[in-house]
Protein backbone atom coordinates (compact mmCIF):
# COMPACT_ATOMS: atom_id res chain seq x y z
CA UNK A 1 0.00 0.00 0.00
CA UNK A 2 1.28 3.37 -0.71
CA UNK A 3 0.23 6.58 1.09
CA UNK A 4 0.75 10.42 0.57
CA UNK A 5 1.04 13.11 3.04
CA UNK A 6 0.45 16.40 2.50
CA UNK A 7 2.33 18.43 4.91
CA UNK A 8 5.46 18.03 7.51
CA UNK A 9 4.24 19.82 10.20
CA UNK A 10 2.97 18.33 13.37
CA UNK A 11 0.38 16.89 12.02
CA UNK A 12 1.88 14.80 9.05
CA UNK A 13 5.00 13.75 10.99
CA UNK A 14 2.45 12.10 13.22
CA UNK A 15 0.71 10.33 10.59
CA UNK A 16 3.75 8.66 9.04
CA UNK A 17 5.07 7.39 12.11
CA UNK A 18 1.64 5.66 12.64
CA UNK A 19 1.50 4.26 9.68
CA UNK A 20 5.13 3.60 8.70
CA UNK A 21 4.53 0.48 10.15
CA UNK A 22 2.34 -0.89 7.73
CA UNK A 23 2.80 0.72 4.46
CA UNK A 24 5.26 2.88 1.98
CA UNK A 25 4.50 6.59 2.72
CA UNK A 26 5.68 9.43 0.96
CA UNK A 27 5.79 13.03 2.07
CA UNK A 28 5.13 16.39 0.36
CA UNK A 29 6.36 19.17 1.81
CA UNK A 30 6.54 22.91 -0.11
CA UNK A 31 8.37 24.60 2.96
CA UNK A 32 9.95 23.95 5.77
CA UNK A 33 9.97 20.36 7.56
CA UNK A 34 7.72 21.03 10.99
CA UNK A 35 5.34 23.33 9.77
CA UNK A 36 4.35 26.42 12.04
CA UNK A 37 6.89 24.63 14.83
CA UNK A 38 9.64 25.14 12.64
CA UNK A 39 13.19 26.96 13.44
CA UNK A 40 15.86 29.29 12.90
CA UNK A 41 19.11 28.19 13.08
CA UNK A 42 21.42 30.61 14.54
CA UNK A 43 24.10 28.53 16.24
CA UNK A 44 21.10 27.35 18.09
CA UNK A 45 17.84 26.60 17.36
CA UNK A 46 14.74 28.73 17.77
CA UNK A 47 11.42 28.22 17.05
CA UNK A 48 10.15 30.90 14.28
CA UNK A 49 7.16 31.82 16.16
CA UNK A 50 7.21 31.17 20.08
CA UNK A 51 5.72 27.83 21.41
CA UNK A 52 5.38 26.26 24.90
CA UNK A 53 3.13 23.52 26.24
CA UNK A 54 0.85 22.82 29.16
CA UNK A 55 0.64 20.10 31.64
CA UNK A 56 -2.77 19.44 29.90
CA UNK A 57 -1.22 18.20 26.90
CA UNK A 58 -1.53 14.80 27.22
CA UNK A 59 -1.04 13.71 23.66
CA UNK A 60 2.15 16.37 23.04
CA UNK A 61 4.00 14.82 26.74
CA UNK A 62 3.38 11.23 25.20
CA UNK A 63 4.82 12.18 21.80
CA UNK A 64 7.94 13.84 23.81
CA UNK A 65 8.25 10.58 25.63
CA UNK A 66 8.05 8.09 23.18
CA UNK A 67 10.58 10.23 20.91
CA UNK A 68 13.71 9.81 23.80
CA UNK A 69 13.09 13.81 24.67
CA UNK A 70 11.42 13.55 28.28
CA UNK A 71 14.74 14.24 30.33
CA UNK A 72 15.08 17.44 28.28
CA UNK A 73 10.83 18.53 28.95
CA UNK A 74 11.85 21.55 31.58
CA UNK A 75 8.70 23.22 33.29
CA UNK A 76 8.91 26.44 34.79
CA UNK A 77 6.37 29.20 36.44
CA UNK A 78 7.03 32.06 34.54
CA UNK A 79 5.84 35.44 34.82
CA UNK A 80 3.34 37.43 32.60
CA UNK A 81 1.69 41.05 32.10
CA UNK A 82 -0.18 44.09 30.41
CA UNK A 83 1.94 46.85 29.02
CA UNK A 84 -1.08 49.90 28.94
CA UNK A 85 1.15 52.95 27.83
CA UNK A 86 4.89 52.99 28.43
CA UNK A 87 4.21 51.29 31.81
CA UNK A 88 4.40 47.50 32.40
CA UNK A 89 2.05 45.84 35.15
CA UNK A 90 3.10 42.18 36.25
CA UNK A 91 -0.06 40.50 36.44
CA UNK A 92 1.38 37.31 38.02
CA UNK A 93 0.51 36.50 41.79
CA UNK A 94 -2.98 37.45 43.28
CA UNK A 95 -0.88 40.40 44.78
CA UNK A 96 -0.01 41.92 41.68
CA UNK A 97 -3.69 41.17 40.48
CA UNK A 98 -5.37 42.78 43.20
CA UNK A 99 -3.04 46.18 42.82
CA UNK A 100 -3.37 46.49 39.32
CA UNK A 101 -4.83 50.33 38.91
CA UNK A 102 -7.10 50.24 35.42
CA UNK A 103 -9.52 47.38 37.22
CA UNK A 104 -11.90 47.65 40.09
CA UNK A 105 -11.80 45.06 42.92
CA UNK A 106 -15.00 44.09 42.04
CA UNK A 107 -14.43 43.30 38.67
CA UNK A 108 -10.87 41.49 39.77
CA UNK A 109 -13.53 38.82 41.77
CA UNK A 110 -15.92 38.72 38.71
CA UNK A 111 -13.05 37.82 36.83
CA UNK A 112 -11.86 35.57 39.07
CA UNK A 113 -14.96 33.45 39.38
CA UNK A 114 -15.54 33.41 35.63
CA UNK A 115 -11.57 32.01 35.24
CA UNK A 116 -12.31 28.73 38.04
CA UNK A 117 -15.91 28.31 36.41
CA UNK A 118 -14.51 28.19 32.54
CA UNK A 119 -12.42 25.39 33.68
CA UNK A 120 -15.32 23.17 34.35
CA UNK A 121 -17.99 24.24 31.48
CA UNK A 122 -18.58 22.23 28.20
CA UNK A 123 -16.94 24.41 25.68
CA UNK A 124 -19.01 22.99 22.99
CA UNK A 125 -22.68 24.09 24.93
CA UNK A 126 -21.11 27.74 24.08
CA UNK A 127 -20.20 27.29 20.54
CA UNK A 128 -23.26 29.23 19.23
CA UNK A 129 -23.04 32.25 21.24
CA UNK A 130 -20.19 35.29 20.25
CA UNK A 131 -17.67 35.61 22.70
CA UNK A 132 -18.34 39.30 22.72
CA UNK A 133 -22.31 39.31 23.58
CA UNK A 134 -21.52 36.68 26.46
CA UNK A 135 -18.89 39.11 28.01
CA UNK A 136 -20.74 41.68 27.87
CA UNK A 137 -23.67 40.32 29.59
CA UNK A 138 -21.17 39.36 32.45
CA UNK A 139 -19.07 42.33 32.95
CA UNK A 140 -18.65 45.94 33.21
CA UNK A 141 -18.19 47.78 30.58
CA UNK A 142 -14.56 48.84 31.52
CA UNK A 143 -13.21 45.13 31.54
CA UNK A 144 -14.91 44.71 28.55
CA UNK A 145 -13.25 47.79 26.74
CA UNK A 146 -10.23 47.47 28.57
CA UNK A 147 -9.23 43.43 29.25
CA UNK A 148 -11.56 41.37 26.68
CA UNK A 149 -11.71 43.18 23.68
CA UNK A 150 -8.14 44.28 23.74
CA UNK A 151 -7.45 40.70 23.74
CA UNK A 152 -9.97 39.25 21.28
CA UNK A 153 -8.62 41.99 18.72
CA UNK A 154 -5.36 41.54 19.20
CA UNK A 155 -6.01 38.10 18.18
CA UNK A 156 -8.66 38.22 15.75
CA UNK A 157 -8.98 42.15 14.36
CA UNK A 158 -11.42 43.00 12.53
CA UNK A 159 -13.53 39.17 13.58
CA UNK A 160 -12.68 40.03 16.96
CA UNK A 161 -16.83 40.21 17.40
CA UNK A 162 -17.68 37.06 15.59
CA UNK A 163 -15.81 35.06 17.42
CA UNK A 164 -17.34 32.25 19.72
CA UNK A 165 -17.29 32.79 23.57
CA UNK A 166 -16.39 28.65 23.19
CA UNK A 167 -13.07 29.92 22.16
CA UNK A 168 -12.47 32.27 24.65
CA UNK A 169 -13.57 30.14 27.83
CA UNK A 170 -11.22 27.30 26.39
CA UNK A 171 -8.56 30.48 25.90
CA UNK A 172 -9.20 31.54 29.81
CA UNK A 173 -8.84 28.19 31.33
CA UNK A 174 -5.70 27.14 29.27
CA UNK A 175 -4.15 30.34 30.15
CA UNK A 176 -5.02 30.30 34.01
CA UNK A 177 -3.05 27.43 34.79
CA UNK A 178 -1.79 29.34 37.63
CA UNK A 179 1.20 28.84 40.77
CA UNK A 180 0.78 31.29 43.38
CA UNK A 181 4.47 33.31 41.86
CA UNK A 182 2.71 32.66 37.77
CA UNK A 183 1.63 30.67 34.96
CA UNK A 184 3.43 27.52 34.75
CA UNK A 185 4.11 26.20 31.31
CA UNK A 186 6.87 23.44 29.78
CA UNK A 187 9.25 23.91 27.00
CA UNK A 188 11.96 21.47 25.29
CA UNK A 189 15.17 22.72 26.29
CA UNK A 190 17.01 24.08 23.46
CA UNK A 191 14.07 24.00 20.67
CA UNK A 192 11.13 22.28 19.56
CA UNK A 193 13.49 21.29 16.74
CA UNK A 194 14.67 17.98 18.45
CA UNK A 195 11.26 16.79 18.48
CA UNK A 196 10.54 17.88 14.64
CA UNK A 197 14.17 16.08 13.68
CA UNK A 198 13.37 12.42 15.30
CA UNK A 199 10.07 12.72 14.06
CA UNK A 200 11.29 13.05 10.86
CA UNK A 201 14.00 10.67 10.62
CA UNK A 202 13.93 7.97 8.66
CA UNK A 203 10.93 9.17 6.19
CA UNK A 204 10.76 9.95 2.93
CA UNK A 205 10.15 13.89 2.54
CA UNK A 206 9.82 15.42 -0.85
CA UNK A 207 10.20 19.40 -0.95
CA UNK A 208 7.51 19.57 -4.06
CA UNK A 209 3.87 21.83 -3.89
CA UNK A 210 1.46 18.95 -3.89
CA UNK A 211 -0.74 19.04 -6.62
CA UNK A 212 -3.34 16.54 -6.33
CA UNK A 213 -5.76 14.55 -8.69
CA UNK A 214 -8.15 12.07 -9.02
CA UNK A 215 -8.40 9.55 -12.13
CA UNK A 216 -9.99 6.54 -10.95
CA UNK A 217 -6.86 6.26 -8.63
CA UNK A 218 -5.40 9.51 -6.34
CA UNK A 219 -2.72 10.98 -7.79
CA UNK A 220 -0.04 13.43 -6.04
CA UNK A 221 2.39 15.09 -8.74
CA UNK A 222 1.42 12.49 -11.24
CA UNK A 223 2.58 9.56 -8.95
CA UNK A 224 -0.07 7.28 -7.83
CA UNK A 225 -1.33 6.51 -4.28
CA UNK A 226 -3.85 3.85 -2.50
CA UNK A 227 -4.82 7.37 0.16
CA UNK A 228 -4.00 10.69 0.59
CA UNK A 229 -3.64 12.27 4.20
CA UNK A 230 -4.00 16.22 3.20
CA UNK A 231 -2.31 18.09 6.66
CA UNK A 232 -1.95 21.61 5.24
CA UNK A 233 -4.73 24.31 5.58
CA UNK A 234 -7.77 23.79 3.36
CA UNK A 235 -7.07 26.75 1.24
CA UNK A 236 -4.21 25.07 -0.45
CA UNK A 237 -6.80 22.25 -1.41
CA UNK A 238 -8.53 24.45 -4.06
CA UNK A 239 -11.02 23.37 -6.02
CA UNK A 240 -10.92 19.74 -4.50
CA UNK A 241 -12.76 21.62 -1.20
CA UNK A 242 -15.69 22.39 -3.32
CA UNK A 243 -15.84 18.47 -4.47
CA UNK A 244 -15.35 17.85 -0.92
CA UNK A 245 -18.61 20.34 -0.36
CA UNK A 246 -16.48 21.64 2.67
CA UNK A 247 -17.45 24.41 4.49
CA UNK A 248 -15.88 27.56 3.77
CA UNK A 249 -13.63 28.06 6.52
CA UNK A 250 -11.66 31.47 7.64
CA UNK A 251 -8.47 31.60 8.87
CA UNK A 252 -6.23 34.16 9.89
CA UNK A 253 -2.46 35.17 9.33
CA UNK A 254 0.58 35.25 11.77
CA UNK A 255 3.20 37.81 11.97
CA UNK A 256 6.07 37.61 14.30
CA UNK A 257 9.27 39.04 14.84
CA UNK A 258 12.35 37.66 16.70
CA UNK A 259 14.59 40.21 17.69
CA UNK A 260 17.93 39.42 19.79
CA UNK A 261 18.53 42.81 22.08
CA UNK A 262 21.43 44.02 23.66
CA UNK A 263 19.44 44.66 27.07
CA UNK A 264 16.21 42.47 28.52
CA UNK A 265 13.27 44.55 28.59
CA UNK A 266 11.36 43.51 31.98
CA UNK A 267 11.61 40.27 34.22
CA UNK A 268 8.33 39.04 32.57
CA UNK A 269 7.82 36.40 29.43
CA UNK A 270 4.75 37.44 27.90
CA UNK A 271 3.19 40.82 28.21
CA UNK A 272 -0.10 41.94 26.07
CA UNK A 273 0.53 44.86 24.78
CA UNK A 274 -2.16 47.70 24.44
CA UNK A 275 -2.71 49.62 20.95
CA UNK A 276 0.65 48.72 19.07
CA UNK A 277 1.07 46.90 16.49
CA UNK A 278 1.80 43.56 17.68
CA UNK A 279 -0.64 42.65 20.50
CA UNK A 280 2.30 40.70 22.88
CA UNK A 281 5.67 40.88 23.61
CA UNK A 282 7.53 37.26 24.35
CA UNK A 283 10.78 37.48 25.98
CA UNK A 284 11.83 34.17 25.50
CA UNK A 285 15.29 34.50 27.21
CA UNK A 286 12.73 34.99 30.83
CA UNK A 287 11.51 31.50 30.11
CA UNK A 288 15.00 29.48 28.76
CA UNK A 289 18.39 30.51 30.70
CA UNK A 290 20.30 33.24 28.86
CA UNK A 291 23.43 31.33 28.36
CA UNK A 292 21.60 28.96 26.44
CA UNK A 293 21.57 31.69 23.09
CA UNK A 294 23.71 34.41 24.81
CA UNK A 295 21.63 36.72 23.55
CA UNK A 296 18.52 38.34 24.50
CA UNK A 297 15.37 36.61 22.58
CA UNK A 298 12.38 38.57 22.25
CA UNK A 299 9.27 37.83 19.74
CA UNK A 300 6.94 40.43 18.89
CA UNK A 301 3.46 38.49 17.83
CA UNK A 302 0.67 40.24 15.72
CA UNK A 303 -2.21 38.39 13.66
CA UNK A 304 -3.92 39.80 10.72
CA UNK A 305 -6.43 38.61 7.65
CA UNK A 306 -4.44 36.75 5.07
CA UNK A 307 -5.97 39.39 2.81
CA UNK A 308 -4.96 42.69 3.86
CA UNK A 309 -3.53 44.39 6.85
CA UNK A 310 -0.19 43.84 8.19
CA UNK A 311 0.07 40.49 6.74
CA UNK A 312 0.56 42.49 2.90
CA UNK A 313 3.55 44.74 4.13
CA UNK A 314 6.84 44.61 3.22
CA UNK A 315 9.18 43.08 6.03
CA UNK A 316 11.08 45.99 6.30
CA UNK A 317 7.90 48.07 6.79
CA UNK A 318 6.69 45.46 9.57
CA UNK A 319 9.81 46.05 10.92
CA UNK A 320 9.74 49.67 10.80
CA UNK A 321 6.19 49.44 12.38
CA UNK A 322 7.24 47.40 15.04
CA UNK A 323 10.43 49.21 15.98
CA UNK A 324 8.41 52.55 16.51
CA UNK A 325 6.50 50.94 18.91
CA UNK A 326 8.89 49.03 20.88
CA UNK A 327 10.30 52.96 21.59
CA UNK A 328 7.80 52.85 24.66
CA UNK A 329 9.74 50.06 26.23
CA UNK A 330 12.99 52.30 26.29
CA UNK A 331 14.51 50.05 22.82
CA UNK A 332 16.09 52.07 20.35
CA UNK A 333 17.21 50.53 17.13
CA UNK A 334 20.68 50.87 18.28
CA UNK A 335 19.69 48.06 21.16
CA UNK A 336 18.62 45.70 18.83
CA UNK A 337 21.80 43.02 17.38
CA UNK A 338 19.41 41.69 14.43
CA UNK A 339 15.49 41.49 13.89
CA UNK A 340 13.77 38.65 11.28
CA UNK A 341 10.34 38.49 10.71
CA UNK A 342 7.93 34.96 9.80
CA UNK A 343 5.15 35.33 8.45
CA UNK A 344 2.20 32.36 8.33
CA UNK A 345 -0.54 33.15 5.53
CA UNK A 346 -3.15 30.44 7.23
CA UNK A 347 -1.97 30.20 10.95
CA UNK A 348 -5.36 29.31 12.44
CA UNK A 349 -8.89 28.77 11.74
CA UNK A 350 -11.23 31.46 12.93
CA UNK A 351 -12.67 29.70 15.45
CA UNK A 352 -16.44 31.97 14.70
CA UNK A 353 -19.14 31.01 16.34
CA UNK A 354 -21.13 28.06 14.79
CA UNK A 355 -18.02 26.53 13.98
CA UNK A 356 -18.36 23.14 15.49
CA UNK A 357 -20.53 23.11 12.28
CA UNK A 358 -17.61 23.26 10.23
CA UNK A 359 -14.86 20.52 11.90
CA UNK A 360 -13.51 18.49 8.70
CA UNK A 361 -14.22 15.21 9.27
CA UNK A 362 -11.44 12.99 8.90
CA UNK A 363 -12.32 11.13 5.51
CA UNK A 364 -14.06 13.08 3.20
CA UNK A 365 -14.10 10.97 0.16
CA UNK A 366 -12.65 7.10 -1.00
CA UNK A 367 -9.18 7.23 -0.13
CA UNK A 368 -8.93 11.04 0.91
CA UNK A 369 -8.38 11.98 4.57
CA UNK A 370 -8.12 15.16 5.52
CA UNK A 371 -6.31 15.93 9.28
CA UNK A 372 -5.13 19.11 11.09
CA UNK A 373 -6.14 22.56 12.39
CA UNK A 374 -9.71 22.02 11.50
CA UNK A 375 -10.03 18.38 12.62
CA UNK A 376 -11.99 18.03 16.22
CA UNK A 377 -8.81 17.62 18.61
CA UNK A 378 -7.82 21.61 17.60
CA UNK A 379 -11.29 22.77 18.43
CA UNK A 380 -11.71 25.25 19.90
CA UNK A 381 -8.10 26.02 19.42
CA UNK A 382 -5.61 24.75 17.39
CA UNK A 383 -2.51 23.31 19.12
CA UNK A 384 0.53 21.36 19.04
CA UNK A 385 -1.44 18.76 21.54
CA UNK A 386 -4.60 18.34 18.68
CA UNK A 387 -2.38 18.16 15.82
CA UNK A 388 -0.43 15.25 17.25
CA UNK A 389 -3.98 14.05 18.17
CA UNK A 390 -5.97 14.71 14.75
CA UNK A 391 -2.34 12.65 13.24
CA UNK A 392 -2.74 10.13 15.38
CA UNK A 393 -7.03 9.64 15.11
CA UNK A 394 -7.03 9.85 11.57
CA UNK A 395 -4.41 7.24 10.88
CA UNK A 396 -6.65 4.92 12.86
CA UNK A 397 -9.18 5.46 10.70
CA UNK A 398 -6.86 4.41 7.67
CA UNK A 399 -5.79 1.58 9.36
CA UNK A 400 -9.58 0.52 10.09
CA UNK A 401 -10.75 1.60 6.62
CA UNK A 402 -7.47 -0.43 4.63
CA UNK A 403 -7.78 -3.63 7.25
CA UNK A 404 -4.47 -2.67 8.28
CA UNK A 405 -4.43 -3.44 11.75
CA UNK A 406 -3.47 -7.22 11.88
CA UNK A 407 -1.09 -6.78 9.16
C1 LIG B 1 2.42 32.40 16.35
C2 LIG B 1 2.08 30.98 16.75
C3 LIG B 1 2.32 30.57 18.04
C4 LIG B 1 1.96 29.28 18.44
N1 LIG B 1 2.22 28.91 19.72
C5 LIG B 1 1.85 27.68 20.13
C6 LIG B 1 2.12 27.28 21.47
O1 LIG B 1 2.72 28.01 22.26
N2 LIG B 1 1.68 26.04 21.86
C7 LIG B 1 1.01 25.20 21.01
O2 LIG B 1 0.63 24.08 21.40
N3 LIG B 1 0.77 25.56 19.72
C8 LIG B 1 1.16 26.77 19.27
N4 LIG B 1 0.92 27.15 17.98
C9 LIG B 1 0.14 26.24 17.12
C10 LIG B 1 0.97 25.10 16.54
O3 LIG B 1 2.16 25.58 15.96
C11 LIG B 1 0.13 24.41 15.45
O4 LIG B 1 -1.15 24.10 15.94
C12 LIG B 1 0.76 23.14 14.89
O5 LIG B 1 2.16 23.26 14.74
C13 LIG B 1 0.09 22.83 13.56
O6 LIG B 1 0.62 21.68 12.97
P1 LIG B 1 -0.06 21.11 11.64
O7 LIG B 1 0.81 20.02 11.14
O8 LIG B 1 -1.47 20.76 11.92
O9 LIG B 1 -0.10 22.31 10.61
P2 LIG B 1 1.14 23.08 9.93
O10 LIG B 1 2.26 23.25 10.89
O11 LIG B 1 0.55 24.29 9.29
O12 LIG B 1 1.64 22.06 8.78
C14 LIG B 1 1.10 22.03 7.49
C15 LIG B 1 2.25 21.88 6.51
O13 LIG B 1 1.72 21.78 5.16
C16 LIG B 1 2.62 22.43 4.29
N5 LIG B 1 1.91 22.73 3.02
C17 LIG B 1 0.98 23.69 2.80
N6 LIG B 1 0.54 23.61 1.50
C18 LIG B 1 1.22 22.60 0.93
C19 LIG B 1 1.24 22.04 -0.39
N7 LIG B 1 0.43 22.50 -1.37
N8 LIG B 1 2.07 20.99 -0.64
C20 LIG B 1 2.88 20.49 0.33
N9 LIG B 1 2.91 20.99 1.59
C21 LIG B 1 2.10 22.03 1.88
C22 LIG B 1 3.04 23.66 5.09
O14 LIG B 1 4.25 24.20 4.58
C23 LIG B 1 3.20 23.07 6.50
O15 LIG B 1 4.52 22.63 6.73
C24 LIG B 1 1.32 28.41 17.52
C25 LIG B 1 1.12 28.81 16.21
C26 LIG B 1 1.49 30.08 15.81
C27 LIG B 1 1.26 30.53 14.39
Known amino acids: MKIAVIGAGLTGLRVANELRDYSKIKIFENDQVGGLLASYYNGYRIEKFYHHLFKTDSELLEVIKKFGLDHKLVWKTVRVGFAVGDEIFSLSTPLEILGYPHMSLFDKLRLAIFTLRSKRLNYEDFDDESASSAIKKRFSGRVVDHFFMPMLKAKFGDNAEIVSFAWLLARVAIRSNRKLRGEEIGYIRHGFQQLVDRM ?19 LVNGEEFDAVVFTAPIPALGELAKDFNLPSIRYQSSICALLSLKESISDLYWINVDKANFGALIEHTNFMPFEDYGEHLVYLASY ?3 DGGLFNQSDLEIQKLFLKDLKRFGVEEEDVNWIKISKAKYSSPIY ?12 VHEGFYIAGMTSKPNYPERSMNGSLRAGKEVAERIKKDFGLENS
Do not use: C, H, N, Q
Open 304 to 306: SMP
Open 352 to 363: EKGFLKKITPYK
Open 200 to 218: AEGLEIVKESARIKFSGKW
